[in-house]
């Protein structure tokens, strides 16, 4: 193979590398990496938010649906919706100062028209329970409205 061919190939090969560690950084995380980074968040503290009104709240927020959960972004005031299997992933990307309480999450279950959307929700609910304690986040249980 000529040099040319060589550095065409090696180009190529780089190229590869550099999208696949932009995918890494932009995609969901494996769960081992997820768990890996939010066991690196300190463990809850709940002298820090056991009083504290939830209009005050600055760690992460969840809302339990039917069909998702729903991440709130306090910045923006957006709702990023989640499957169950990105949950953690899309928990462990946050930045370490959203979570100044430690590793704790508040958890909303939304609004059911109908008996049918109540199972729904509460099925879900012990689904993101599940998970999120099997990833040793504590759950702070916010009243629904």
């Known amino acids: 193979m000529s040099y040319l061919g060589w550095a065409a ?3 190529l090969i780089f190229l590869a590398a550099c999208s696949s ?3 890494d950084q932009d ?3 494996s769960d081992a990496a997820a768990s890996a980074r939010l066991q690196a968040i ?3 503290d ?3 938010y056991a009083k504290l009104p939830i209009k005050n709240w600055r760690n992460p927020y969840m809302i339990v649906h039917r069909d998702n959960f729903g991440l709130l972004d306090l910045a923006d005031s957006e709702e990023i919706i989640l499957k169950s299997g990105e949950v953690l992933s899309a928990l ?5 100062s959203s979570w100044p309480y430690g590793r704790v999450v508040a958890v909303e279950e939304s609004s059911a028209h109908n008996t049918a959307d109540a199972v729904a929700v509460r099925r879900n609910r012990g689904i993101l329970a599940g998970t999120l304690e ?4 504590v759950i702070d249980w916010v009243p629904s409205n």
């Open 92 to 96: 462990a990307k946050l930045p370490a």
């Open 42 to 44: 300190p463990s809850a």
């Open 21 to 23: 560690n932009s995918k």
């Open 46 to 48: 709940p002298a820090q």
């Open 134 to 137: 099997q990833a040793h986040i």
């Open 27 to 29: 995609g969901p995380l």
């Open 9 to 11: 190939c090696a180009l």
